[in-house]
């Protein structure tokens, strides 16, 4: 029987010779980031999956997470660390839906949230990710955005561009609208000299409130570069943890007790290990024309998010 730091030692140990990379999202558990090759926000996961040299990719976080490693490394095998972990938002549009929508804005560019599937990625014109979304929505040619899947993030580019006509759709991540305005109200009551950093997920009367607002990586930089002593963090509450970790002079709390994704959650250490036995996790597939068409609107976001 291992210890946590014995089985850590081990999955390093055999990645190397299995010639495997670990990528995790930021929401993953700090055991978890321990053997990681790269931890990062959705962004910056994307740009790592392109880059990785190893012949195998593993994803600890969420299966749209997987998908772009495959879409954009399609010699590698991609492996998904728990068969289980989906997003529930980027199941809450498909194709059909969106053509139909497309049809009534013939003259919009779609822009897509990286946490959609792949099937529907086909069908929009560009991705973006919390962090890049404004950027890449301001360099967009057309004055006319539909922007999916979520309403929240896209209301609060909207705000940034008054220049341009952003549609928007009702679709959200049911973890982030979970932390209300009472939420805001009480964690400033007990905790007065904490700035809010929240995520822009959130709903629009949350972040009106915030100090600042950015992606995961967005919030951890900030804070950590911050002059400040206490936060209160609205996205999910990995975050307080980590920043707990790396910044132990200063203090951090949720700012709702009830901002976890589950699905995020569901990877252990004892997937991972599994993983890079090559005994675990589920190989990433993707039918080539699904792949070609969601490679075009990963692309594009790429080649936008370098644009100035
Ligand atoms: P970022 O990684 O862009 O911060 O998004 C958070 C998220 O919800 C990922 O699913
Ligand atoms: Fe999806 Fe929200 Fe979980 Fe991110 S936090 S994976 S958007 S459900």
Partial sequence: MY??????DEIIRLKKENDVCILAHAYQSHDIWEVADYVGDSYGLS???AKA???TVLMCGVRFMAETVKILSPEKKVLLSSANAGCPMAEQMDVEMISR???MYPDYTVVAYINTTSELKT???VCVTSSSAVQIVKNI???????IPDCNLGRWVANQIPEKNIKLLQGGCPTHVRMSVQDVEAARAAHPNALLLVHPECLPHVSAQADYIGSTTGIMDYAKKSDADEFIIGTENSIVQHLQFECPDKRFYPLSKDCVCHNMKLTTLGDVYACVRGVGGEEITLEDEVREGAKRCIDAMLALSAAN
């Fill in 141 to 147: 040619d057309n004055k006319n955005i539909l922007f």
């Fill in 53 to 55: 040299e190893q012949k």
């Fill in 47 to 49: 740009v790592q999956a």
């Fill in 3 to 8: 210890t946590t730091r014995e089985l850590q």
């Fill in 101 to 103: 929508v497309k049809q």
């Fill in 123 to 125: 069908i929009c014109d």
